[in-house]
């Protein structure tokens, strides 16, 4: 699947095709084996297929069932998809070639918008409900396929890509500020909001209702996430029946399926436990493994890939580096309305896109979500404390901070464990990691400005949509909701899209990932080594050099190469953010100088403190501020 789009005109009017084909038209850049349109009253629904799955082969899009009224469509998978069939597929006359727009019409005539509960996997899914004129739409708790809607006077519109909104309704180019403001302070905590005045986003496991005109949101997704008290050797056990299912899932392919295996633990992982499971016979077909070499450059992990390529006895295909085009970051922008891509994805994305042509696939796996749900923290030392757990307290401090002496881990377990009890400030560091708990606007942002868009007050206005009962709990649920990772990924989505080429991510697959929420901290986390459990559960699967690997590599080479490139032709203090006085010209330079100076002494020392991601954020503001914007 790879994008979806529509419209409910008020009541009274009735789309047509014209509807259709502007919403088609204002989508060329979006490869697609077919589109799918329907019109029926006052709303229109289009569908831009791109075969991923057997089933998506010989199911067309929007599906619509006369007697019910209903009429369906999705961008995405359904992972779950024997579960679903018996629930619904023996009375509705579904099998396992039934497509996934089938079974989600199946769904909702059973479970009305509860069918939410039902499903795991990747989606935005939307339902129009013919006879009682309501639309009905929502999102995966993990999945990052996009979702941005608009609503006025003259109807609703909905669309996975801004292009297809704002072209396909005709809407105008206007400037969130508040929202850029987060953006460029590199703290994007709005769940909601876009960089675009009056288009939302529709946040990762919520929905919402189109009736009579009104809108009506909620989060659907509410758990149980069950506290795990299993063993370590229950723990490895189980944690590896759910990688598998998640695996088995993600391999579910209309051809053969890639895998970006960087060697890292977690890509590395998702290409050797792969590779097992189709020796045994559990998966059908091989995955191909693909390997972003950047000789002599110090975030080449060629030496840990190729220990994977060698334990496993097969080969990568290469994707080689490439400088970056600031022509073509500009281009793409001004075509799809997109924020450009970082120099250290771009590379990366477009070789794998283009390797996978080549060889006729299109699904692409990665190892995003591993450092989200395995690298652990000390969030479960309050939660020990409070349930007069205090010696697995100590046990756990005295693993941890090894090098302390007596009095120095005491005093971390007062400020880790003792102090979220008891001191407000650093529940809320806690619990909403995501805010990083400072409300003040940061040193290269004019505070005038951050002031005059309320800066301070949108961070404070943000709670987290999860409450559960637990520290590691709700630590943990801020990464279902966490907001920046998407004003970070719709742009790559959307790059793969149009390159024909679908990303799923393994370790975000929603059954894995209750598992972890609960997971005792002790196994994501153990004496200073993070990812415990996945490092366990790969014993034998990975070659212990990439299994114990503790390094991981840093990527702000290529952004800083680019950045040096451009301020040859475009100086700093002619940059959009810079003349509205928005960013501190002098930051940026001293940053891109601190950081270069640090890079070509070959990353000795201490990272500066100033942010070269500061600098590629008032950069890519500023080309889309010009090209998707102002254009």
């Known amino acids: 699947m790879s994008a979806i789009g529509g419209l409910v005109l008020p009541d009274g009017a009735s789309a047509g095709q014209q509807h259709v084909q502007r919403l088609i038209d204002a989508t060329p850049h979006i490869r697609r084996d077919t589109v799918g349109n329907w019109c029926g009253g006052p709303a229109a629904l289009v569908h831009f297929n791109l ?22 469509m999705l961008d995405g998978r359904f992972d779950n998809r024997a ?18 727009g089938a079974l989600l019409l199946a769904l909702f005539k059973r479970y009305g918008t509860e069918c939410v509960q039902h499903l795991a996997g990747d989606y935005s899914l939307v339902v129009w409900q013919g006879h009682t004129r309501q639309l009905f739409c929502a999102r995966s708790p993990l999945g990052w396929r996009p979702f941005l809607w608009h609503h006025s006077a003259a109807g609703f519109g909905f669309a996975t890509e801004p292009r297809t909104l704002i072209e396909g309704l005709g809407l105008a180019r206007e400037l969130n500020e508040g929202a850029m403001g987060e953006f460029l302070a590199m703290r994007f905590t709005s769940q909601t909001e876009t960089l675009w005045r ?72 998702i290409v050797c436990r792969a590779t097992e499971l189709h020796r045994a016979g559990l998966l059908a077909n091989p995955l191909q493994p693909l390997s972003a070499r950047f000789p002599g450059d110090l975030h080449d992990e060629t030496e840990w890939s190729a220990a994977v390529e060698a334990h496993l006895g097969l080969e990568a295909l290469i994707v080689p580096p490439r400088s970056y085009d600031w022509d073509k970051a500009r281009q793409w922008s001004a075509d799809t309305l ?108 004019s505070p005038q400005w951050a002031q005059q868009i309320g800066l301070a007050e949108r961070w404070r206005a943000v709670a987290p949509p999860l409450r559960l009962d637990g520290f590691a709990l709700q630590q943990r649920a801020a990464r279902y909701t966490m907001a920046r990772p998407h004003i970070n990924v719709d742009n790559v989505l959307s790059m793969a899209a149009c390159s024909g080429v679908e990303l799923r991510h393994p370790f975000h697959d929603l059954r894995l990932t209750s598992y972890l929420m609960g997971a005792r901290g002790d196994h994501l986390r153990r004496n200073g080594e993070r990812k415990f459990l996945l490092r366990q559960a790969m014993r034998g699967t990975l070659p212990d050099k990439v299994r114990t690997r503790q390094t991981k590599a840093d990527l702000s080479e290529p952004i ?41 002494n070959g990353a000795k020392g201490p990272r500066p403190d100033e942010s070269i991601g500061v600098v590629w954020a008032a950069v890519s503001a500023g080309i889309w501020f010009e090209q998707a914007l102002r254009r």
């Open 51 to 72: 075969v991923t799955t057997p089933q998506a082969r010989h199911e067309a899009l929007p599906l619509a069932e006369r007697d019910s009224g209903l009429v369906v």
């Open 83 to 100: 579960e679903l069939l018996d629930k619904v597929g023996r009375d509705a006359g579904l099998d396992q070639h039934s497509g996934d």
């Open 198 to 269: 009056g288009i939302y986003r529709l946040a990762p496991g919520a929905a919402l209702m189109l009736a009579d005109g009104q809108l009506r949101h909620w989060h659907w997704q509410r758990g149980p996430f069950a506290e795990s008290t299993d063993s370590d050797s229950v723990a490895s056990e189980r944690f590896r029946a759910l990688f598998d299912q998640s695996l088995q899932s993600c391999m579910r392919s209309d051809g053969p399926v890639a895998a970006h295996l960087s060697g890292g633990l977690d890509s590395s992982s």
């Open 338 to 445: 997109h924020l450009p891509l970082r120099p250290n994805t771009l590379s990366t994305i477009i070789g794998s896109c283009e390797q996978m042509r080549a060889h006729g696939m299109r699904v692409l796996l990665t190892g995003e979500g591993g450092d989200d749900w395995l690298s652990g923290s000390h969030g479960h030392w309050p939660d020990l404390l409070r349930a007069g757990r205090v010696l697995q307290l100590w046990r756990d401090s005295k693993g941890e901070r090894r090098k302390l002496k007596f009095a120095g881990r005491l005093m971390s377990v007062l400020a880790e464990g003792v102090g979220p009890l008891l001191s407000p400030r650093r529940r809320a560091r806690l619990q909403m990691p995501h805010l990083q708990f400072s409300t003040e606007a940061p040193a290269w942002l």
């Open 560 to 600: 800083i190469d680019a950045l040096d490139a451009l301020f040859v032709s475009t100086p700093i203090k002619d940059l959009p953010c810079v003349r509205m006085g928005w960013v501190d010209p002098a930051y940026l330079a001293r940053s891109i100088a601190i950081n270069g100076a640090w890079y070509r």
